[in-house]
């Protein structure tokens, strides 16, 4: 299969071709198709929409290790220092201000939300990624990247503020921009608020205020650079090493990381369409005037693939907004979790996604339809790999399957068009099309559609589902009474409702 992605350098359709097999390519040796991705940030739980973008990223790895056949090693950075609250270079610090709202340590802080993100992954399928680095194990390599560019003379000092990249020294600023976007910022000669020489100059180094103690600062130079600052080796600090203490910019991180675990030179990376302006743009500034200017290859990146945003009614979703949905609210109004990865598939990856409670009720019911056709099924045969595939293909309605299946996903990774084609092939199933839909669920879908255990609301009868709407309706007007004589009916009749404000779910009872 043939794959063609939008190229986010070219903004075209482009064939993917692995570094493995580029005839061009000059670089190290590879031995696999390298994948990176950004982030999170962990002060606080991810939304829906982050969650859109890791999926993503593991749908790529999907397609790539278990349609295509390249072995695959991917990487997903979890930034827990120097992400400041405004994207910026300027402001607090996430971490910082968390652990202040929360009363715990900022480590504390990036643990709990570590592990409350590494179990959504989990329920959400959205697995097998091959290192998860953290930028505070890895801050050597990240001054280590800026010293390198100090030295190339493409740096300066803000006193009192950090060290930045003179972006006017350099020619190919803004590979992933708009020509009007980058036109409109280097328009901006002098920001003289901040004393940024130009708009485009971001920070690889933030000094810390010389009356402030943050929890997690380092030394940037001195004899116990990389140390982490404690209580005890804070006072013996000389005079050197209290000006330079600090922490890194939020940019240098991930090409520290990446650097790091996937070499000078990589195929994919992946992350949010909010990060191409600012983050990715600097990333490929620092890294391809860093570690792949000495490189035979300069191309930091291949392919840069980013996810559009999730909508709440068409509007912006935003913590500060009060929309921005978390996996635990769906859970708690009994949302299955891989019902949000089958929503998720429903739209493009490059389009904007709307979330409302139907949208993702009906992502449910849908979901749920074919698990009833599948259930109790067993495939024909069991493949490990997609070579096994095409030597056992014997039908003509497999082969048709298989061939557009194949289709959507090298459009771009056209998932709405191969569920799509799952459903309209289900009209006339047999035991090979069960087979390779199997394959498809274990490998690229994994949204539960074997899972013996499903149900179905549409077991549920629609005088029930009358009477579950109507208590909704009664609770919006505030009519408790009438909303407990609906429920209490409903039980009489032998199902049980769990609900909230705007959203049901009803079982029935086998007690």
Excluded at 70 to 97: A, F, I, S, W
Excluded at 361 to 386: I, M, N, V
Excluded at 452 to 477: G, M, N, T, V
Aim: net charge negative; proline share 3%.
């Amino acid at each position: 299969m043939e794959l063609y992605i939008h190229d986010n350098v070219t903004g075209k359709l482009a064939k993917f071709v692995p570094l493995i097999e580029d005839p061009n390519y000059q670089g190290p040796k590879k031995d696999y198709v390298w994948i990176y991705s950004c982030w999170p940030t962990v002060y606080n739980t991810a939304t829906i929409g982050n969650l859109r973008t890791f999926q993503l990223s593991d749908l790529i790895k999907n397609v790539i290790k278990h349609i295509m056949g390249y072995p695959v090693k991917h990487v997903m950075n979890l930034t827990d220092v120097g992400h400041l609250v405004g994207d910026g270079d300027n402001g607090e610090d996430r971490m910082e201000k968390w652990s202040k709202r929360e009363g715990i340590s900022a480590r504390d802080i990036a643990q709990r939300y570590t592990d409350e993100f590494m179990e959504h992954m989990s329920l959400l399928n959205n697995v097998d990624i091959d290192h998860y680095p953290k930028a505070t194990d890895h801050i050597r390599q990240q001054i280590d990247m800026v010293k390198k560019l100090t030295k190339k003379w493409l740096t300066y000092v803000i006193a009192w503020d950090g060290i930045y990249f003179d972006t006017a020294k350099i020619d190919d600023y803004g590979k992933l921009l708009p020509a009007w976007h980058l036109e409109g910022l280097q328009s901006w000669a002098r920001v003289e608020d901040h004393g940024k020489k130009n708009a485009t100059d971001f920070a690889l180094w933030k000094f810390s205020p010389t009356d402030e103690t943050r929890q997690m600062e380092w030394i940037y130079d001195g004899s116990r650079s990389w140390e982490l600052l404690t209580h005890d080796n804070r006072s013996t600090l000389t005079q050197e090493e209290q000006v330079t203490r600090g922490f890194p910019g939020w940019h240098i991180e991930c090409s520290a990381m990446a650097t790091e675990y996937l070499w000078t030179n990589f195929d994919i990376h992946t992350g949010g369409m909010d990060l191409k302006t600012t983050h990715h743009t600097n990333e490929i500034c620092q890294s391809e005037h860093s570690v792949c200017c000495d490189s035979a290859h300069k191309e930091w990146v291949k392919y840069w693939i980013h996810g559009q945003f999730i909508t709440v009614g068409w509007q912006k979703m935003g913590k500060s907004l009060g929309n921005a949905y978390t996996l635990t609210d769906l859970i708690n109004k009994w949302i299955d979790p891989l019902d949000l990865r089958y929503f998720y598939f429903t739209a493009h990856y490059s389009n904007f996604q709307d979330f409302t409670w139907e949208a993702v009720g009906a992502a449910r019911k849908t979901r749920q339809k074919l698990q009833k056709k599948l259930l109790g099924h067993e495939p024909a045969f069991q493949y490990k790999s997609r070579k096994e595939l095409t030597v056992n293909v014997s039908t003509d309605a497999w082969k048709e399957l298989l061939s557009s299946v194949e289709n959507a996903l090298s459009k771009d990774l056209n998932m709405p068009q191969v569920l799509a084609t799952i459903n309209k092939s289900l009209h006339q199933p047999n035991e090979e099309i069960y087979t390779i839909i199997d394959y498809l669920e274990t490998f690229v879908l994994k949204c539960g559609l074997f899972d013996l255990q499903a149900s179905d609301d549409e077991d549920i009868p629609q005088d029930i589902i009358d009477l579950a709407e109507a208590r909704i309706l009664a609770k919006k007007e505030k009519d408790y009474t009438r909303a407990d004589a609906l429920r209490d009916e409903i039980t009489s009749a032998g199902y049980e409702i769990h609900d909230t404000a705007d959203w049901y779910s009803i079982e029935k009872n086998n007690a």
